[in-house]
């Protein structure tokens, strides 16, 4: 074999590896997701959901099952606020939108705890962010599950999310 | 954005205007009326005030003061224009009770008193808090609106989004009492306006896009405690359903229908809310209105007939039994809520005269119904519709176009009328004199998709994805002035975006209506021409009134304040980089953030000294 | 009967070898016995031309050698010739005539899988829609109220036919009970018919055949012939809500599902629990298997099932819910009563 070949056999073994990381899939006997408590600030589980395509296609998923569809529609928001941009209440980050979830908000955001798993949650928020562009380009998906025309997270500018890092203490805000 | 009267021709239209420019003698007008009149009993004398937003039990938002009119509106000038702080969707109408003005506002649903008669301008009198809990903000549809008060016997009752019943003193602006009847965690939030009528306060719920369970119910007036409450889904002794109870159609006879038109348990979760207009004839002693949409919009979820969801009821007011009802839009595939105004009017039908309720459906037809019996005189298109070819007369039912029937997992294109409806909840208003019905109403249409919808309480319960644009001819808004008893448009007026404020007629064959951009309009109720037109500071879709102030003139009031189903792109605000926001409304209205604002003032106008 | 005549040919044994819940060698169901049928003639057909190919070929190779090397012609070619071209359109004939054969037996069993209710009787209707990875099962009648949900396992009367309306929620399955009926996909956003019409009693399987994800193999359907009588039994269970729970084990369980993450995407008709996007539990006790035949259905399939469904079922849609001990068998014991 000559070495070209051989090099280009390696990169593309690197490649596959890559490719490898974006699925991967944490779906047995890694207890670690499930059984830490939560860290309002700097949770270690912050990046490998987000950075993760599985996790966000699950997400993808949740956003319609648990009927957020129905109140922030695709990210440009109806009864609840649009998630597609960069305004964000109650902070905008991975942890910021795991609480939110799971605890609610005064003004209409309904608590989810006891009602999602802690996991859903931060599959949930992986896609949150993604409608807004913010995880990593090659976790993106290119093509959304839903019937409507929105355009592909691949293709949306990211805007930086305001008041990022949020106030701390996760008071319940205005 | 201009509005330009469509009639047939210009040439016409400019000959007809040129000749009825003309001053005419009222009586000349009576004899060119087409014989309908509103229900006697359910209208009374002109006494110059406004005390329900409707004006009149008939709802025929007609004022008979004829100060301003076709000749000296032009000269309409502002006189009063106060912030109310308000800056989501205003909907409510200024009601005027003697020499006071009393305003209901959106969520967080504050009642102001203004004094008009104070020196030396008007003054604010009280400001009722009722402070309903900022929860129900998550669970109202489509904007936090209000649809206003309404003035009985001293008292002032209206209803907040946190599912309150409040009756306040009007004079000092004191609860006289607040009964809880909606439960805002399974979603039941209200914002109709009452109808008081015979020492009761009727209500109904709103949240059919949260799988609550409809209901309409009756307070008593005096102490705030419950009469009857009849639910639009389930069991005949829920829906208060007995040996009186007379469906003109086949269909809508038959035990429990409530129930065995549905799938087993969906009834619990169905919807057919009672969230718009209730109408009342003393006469007959009973109350009319719709009911709204069944849950979940995805209709594959629920098979059957949906009973007793988007149809008509008449009620027994003393007792809620119910007299007859007529489903408009049986197995509903749209969200069509029928809960529009029902205008009674005495008109003549092939030839006789009947008492009827004219009701402008959200599926695109204007029904004709017999207020006794329910039989369906008429059903005649008024706007455009591409997802029914009619309805049968014989049978009463719509009749559906296969093509355009929502199907999980794919997209059906271009169906009118939308979700929305051909017109939604603005109601138009009847003007004795012209005979005509000025119907402010959409022309969209949408793409839906449906998808199977989970329900969790207290969260929406719809499947669908829409996403709207203009219809037909490219223009988004009608203002229709239709003929009940030749059952045509006499004229129409194009708009550019879709109209979602009501209109108003006067005694002096004017009729206001407003945009959402914020043009305030004055037409003349035998053409359509355009005679006045003022820009306030945000969108209108708020309800215009008249009045005789203290002083004896004649005012027109409105409160601006752009928002609602339609304009939630601008009070949300909403992200119009995705279509299917706000149930696909906000790509209908994606220009709108660049022409108007959010805002709330009150705006009043009259003839210079 | 046939599968006796067929026991010489290797490859008829290994699919008979099949034999049994799952098996295309069946005719329980008047579908599958057509094609069968048509399969065996195939079959019988085309092992008869390969063994005259085959005893042609030996008989040629042993007549080989003969002193026509040098090109003459030898003694009696002429006759040889002659019933040569005799062999040559008895050949001809015997193979126009089998694929016309085999055409028309394909035509008429064509005909015959298109009309497999062809008394117009009244069927049994059902959706069935395919998710990743089970079967949601709906039963509807011209009275709404009637209909029934079920999950994975479908029953049907023997004798009736049954229209199933093929759905899928979210990639392309394919719905196979080989004993009963051949295959049909289930695609997103269209609607695929297939009339089953099942002869015989009994319990057989169906499988996903089209490739859809990682759990492909884990998508089973338990189909349940019964009589007639049986079924009408069934649909009558089926539409009692579920039942109240009696021990305080199973309060507390009911308590909980009812309450909890379950009931977010399971229903339970009767309570609160009235998620859709999850497989129905109403009467879930009553199937004979958990998670589209990956458990059988007891307690201890329920146990495992609940407390790690992404080790029984890795990558399915069902999260770990993390009970703990006492929760964990409140709601097993609570599921259990749900016959």
């Not at chain 2, 404020?501 to 003349?524: C, E």
């Not at chain 3, 069934?234 to 305080?248: I, K, S």
């Not at chain 3, 849609?317 to 993390?322: A, F, I, L, S």
Request: with cysteine; proline share 8%; glycine share 10%.
């Amino acid at each position: 074999m000559s070495s070209p070949c051989r090099a280009s056999l390696i990169l593309l073994a690197f490649i596959l590896l890559a490719g490898c990381d974006r699925e991967k899939r944490g779906m047995t006997h890694e207890p670690k997701p499930e059984t830490m408590a939560f860290v309002p600030s700097g949770d270690p589980r912050a990046s490998d959901y987000e950075n993760n395509a599985f996790q966000m296609s699950q997400g993808q998923r949740l956003f319609m099952w648990m009927n957020c569809v129905g109140c922030h529609a695709h990210g440009g928001g109806g009864m609840g606020p649009p998630l597609m941009d960069d305004k964000w209440r109650y902070g905008g980050r991975m942890e910021d939108i795991v609480y939110t979830i799971l605890n609610g908000r005064p003004n209409g955001m309904p608590p989810f705890k006891g009602r999602l798993t802690e996991q859903q949650a931060w599959q949930l928020a992986s896609y949150v962010r993604s409608l807004s562009a913010q995880p990593r380009q090659d976790v993106l998906y290119s093509r959304s599950d839903e019937m409507s025309i929105t355009e592909p997270a691949t293709l949306k500018e990211r805007n930086a999310i305001m008041n990022e890092p949020p106030a701390p203490g996760h008071g319940p805000g205005k | 954005m201009r509005s330009r009267p469509s009639v047939r021709s210009r040439a016409t239209f400019l000959a007809a205007a040129a000749c009825i420019l003309l001053p005419l003698p009222a009586s000349q007008i009576h004899a060119a009326a087409n014989g309908a009149r509103p229900a006697p009993a359910a209208t009374a004398p002109e006494d110059g005030q406004w005390t329900m937003p409707s004006k009149d039990y008939a709802s025929t938002r007609y004022s008979g003061l004829d100060q301003i009119n076709r000749q000296n509106v032009a000269r309409l000038k502002l006189t009063l224009s106060w912030d109310t702080g308000s800056r989501k969707g205003q909907e409510a109408p200024p009601l005027v009770v003697g020499s006071t003005m009393y305003l209901t506002m959106p969520f967080p649903n504050n009642i102001i008193a203004i004094d008009l008669a104070a020196k030396p301008r008007p003054a604010v009198k009280w400001v009722f808090r009722p402070n309903p809990r900022p929860m129900s903000q998550g669970v109202a549809c489509c904007d936090v609106v209000n649809r206003g008060a309404v003035y009985a016997n001293g008292r002032l009752f209206f209803n907040t989004l946190d599912g309150q019943v409040i009756a306040l003193d009007a004079a000092s602006g004191k609860a006289v009492w607040r009964t809880q009847v909606g439960n805002i965690m399974k979603g039941e939030t209200i914002t109709m306006s009452p109808l008081v009528a015979e020492g009761k306060v009727i209500v109904g719920d709103s949240g059919g896009e949260f799988g609550v369970r409809g209901w309409l119910m009756a307070l008593d007036a005096a102490s705030g405690k419950v009469a009857w409450k009849a639910f639009h889904t389930g069991p005949d002794k829920d829906v208060l359903i007995g040996p009186d109870f007379h469906p003109y159609y086949a269909a809508d006879r038959g035990k429990d229908l409530g129930v065995h038109s549905w799938p087993a348990d969906a009834w619990k979760i169905g919807g057919g809310t009672a969230w718009g207009w209730v109408s009342y004839d003393p006469q007959l002693k009973m109350i009319f209105y719709g009911t709204g949409n069944p849950g979940p919009w995805n209709p594959e979820q629920r098979p059957g007939d949906n009973k007793w969801t988007t149809g008509v009821f008449a009620r027994d007011i003393a007792t809620g039994r119910a007299r007859w009802f007529y489903q408009s839009t049986p197995h509903d595939l749209y969200d069509h809520d029928d809960i529009n105004e029902q205008i009674l009017l005495d008109m003549p039908v092939r030839g006789q005269m009947r008492q009827v309720l004219v009701r402008p459906a959200r599926n695109g037809y204007l029904y004709v119904i017999d207020r006794k019996s329910g039989q369906v005189y008429s059903a005649d298109p008024y706007g455009y519709i591409n997802s029914a070819s009619g309805v049968d007369l014989r049978t009463g039912r719509l009749i559906p176009v296969p093509s355009k029937a929502p199907q999980e997992g794919r997209v059906v294109r271009n169906i009118g009328p939308t979700a929305s409806g051909a017109k939604d909840w603005n109601p138009g208003a009847f003007s004795p004199r012209t005979g005509l019905i000025y119907l402010p109403h959409e022309n969209l249409c949408m793409d839906e998709g449906v998808m199977e919808a989970n329900y969790i309480s207290g969260t929406p319960y719809l499947g669908a994805d829409a996403k709207m644009y203009a219809g037909p001819g490219g223009n988004r808004g009608f203002l229709t002035a239709w003929d009940p008893v030749r059952r045509k448009a006499a004229w129409k007026i194009r708009e550019d975006l879709p109209l979602w404020s009501p209109a108003l007629a006067t005694g002096g064959d004017v009729v206001f209506y407003g945009t959402m951009d914020g043009w305030f309009k004055a037409i003349d109720a035998l053409t359509g021409k355009l005679l006045w037109r003022a820009k306030l500071d945000s969108g209108i879709i708020g309800q215009p009134i008249t009045y005789r102030g203290p002083d004896g003139r004649q005012y027109v009031a409105l409160v601006s304040g752009v928002g609602g189903w339609a304009g939630a792109i601008v009070s949300g605000p909403l992200d119009p980089g995705d279509p299917s926001a706000a149930l696909g409304f906000v790509n209908a209205v994606r220009d709108l953030p660049k022409r108007t604002q959010a805002g709330g003032r009150l705006y009043v106008f009259a003839l210079p000294r | 009967m046939r599968r006796r005549l067929l026991l010489p040919i290797p490859l008829f044994v290994l699919v008979s070898g099949c034999a049994g819940i799952q098996s295309v060698s069946d005719d329980a169901g008047r579908e599958s016995g057509l094609i069968w049928s048509l399969f065996v003639l195939f079959g019988i057909v085309t092992a008869i031309f390969y063994v005259a190919v085959i005893a042609f070929l030996i008989a040629a190779y042993w007549r080989r050698g003969g002193s026509n090397q040098d090109g003459l012609p030898d003694e009696g070619g002429v006759t040889r010739e002659r019933s040569l071209r005799t062999a040559f359109f008895l050949w001809t004939g015997a193979v126009i005539g089998s694929l016309s054969l085999l055409a028309l037996a394909s035509y008429f069993t064509d005909r015959g899988l298109a009309s497999v209710n062809p008394e117009n009787k009244p069927m049994v209707g059902i959706d069935l829609v395919a998710n990743q990875w089970w079967w949601d099962v709906r039963y509807h009648y011209d009275d709404p109220s009637q209909n029934i949900r079920t999950a994975n396992e479908i029953h049907l009367p023997a004798g009736v036919p049954a229209m199933i309306s093929l759905k899928s929620n979210d990639v392309i399955h394919s719905f196979w009970v080989p004993n009963l009926a051949g295959k049909q996909d289930l695609i997103p956003g269209r609607i695929n018919d297939i009339v089953l019409m099942p002869r015989r009693i009994g319990h057989y399987r169906a499988q996903c055949a089209e490739y859809c994800g990682l759990q492909h193999a884990h998508m089973a359907l338990d189909v349940i012939v019964e009589s007639p009588a049986d079924f009408q039994r069934w649909e009558a269970a089926q539409r009692q809500p579920a039942p109240a729970p009696a021990t305080p084990l199973a309060q507390a369980g009911y308590a909980y599902v009812t309450s909890r993450e379950c009931s977010t995407c399971h229903n339970i008709a009767g309570t609160n629990a009235n998620g859709t996007v999850a497989p129905d539990l109403t009467h879930v006790a009553g199937r004979r298997t958990i998670a589209a035949g990956t458990l059988p259905m007891n307690r201890a399939g329920l146990y495992a099932w609940i407390a790690d469904p992404q080790g029984a079922k890795p990558g399915n849609n069902m999260p770990t819910v993390g009970l703990n001990a006492d929760e964990l068998h409140a709601v097993a014991a609570y599921l259990e009563t749900l016959k």
